[in-house]
Nanobody
Framework: VQLQAFGGGLVQAGGSLRLSCVAS????????MGWYRQAPGKQREQVAI???????NYADSVKGRLTITRDNVKNTVYLQMNSVKAEDTGVYYC???????????WGQGTLVTVSS
C-alpha cells in the first residue's frame, strides 16, 4: 500500500485547511485510515482515525475543530482543519492499517504551519 498526502501549507490562526491522502495498492475493505502529526521536538501523536465503515476517533485536542472523512471509492482520506491553532503546527502523516493486522503503512508527511 502506498500513501500520498497533499494539502499542507501555511495558514493563519483561526483559518482552515484541508489535507488529503490517497491510498493505492492492495486495499481491502476492512481497514483504518488516519492522520498523525509530529510537532517540532515532540513525539508523533494520533490526530484522528476513521474505519472503512465511517467510525471515527479524535484526539481530545482537536475535537470540534478537525474532521476526518473518507471516500472509499477514491481510497482517499481527508482531514478538514477549521479554527486552527498554533499548536496544530507540525508534519501530518497519513496512516493505513488493515483490520486484524498490526502492520502500518505511512505516507511521506505534509507540513502544516499555523501562524499567529
Amino acid at each position: 500500500v502506498q500513501l500520498q498526502a497533499f494539502g499542507g501549507g501555511l495558514v493563519q490562526a483561526g483559518g482552515s485547511l484541508r489535507l488529503s491522502c490517497v491510498a493505492s495498492g492492495s486495499i481491502f475493505r476492512s481497514n483504518f485510515m488516519g492522520w498523525y502529526r509530529q510537532a517540532p521536538g515532540k513525539q508523533r501523536e494520533q490526530v484522528a482515525i476513521i474505519t472503512s465503515g465511517g467510525g471515527t476517533n479524535y484526539a481530545d485536542s482537536v475535537k470540534g475543530r478537525l474532521t476526518i472523512t473518507r471516500d472509499n471509492v477514491k481510497n482517499t482520506v481527508y482531514l478538514q482543519m477549521n479554527s486552527v491553532k498554533a499548536e496544530d503546527t507540525g508534519v501530518y502523516y497519513c496512516n493505513f492499517r488493515l483490520v486484524g493486522s498490526s502492520y502500518e503503512y505511512w505516507g511521506q508527511g505534509t507540513l502544516v504551519t499555523v501562524s499567529s
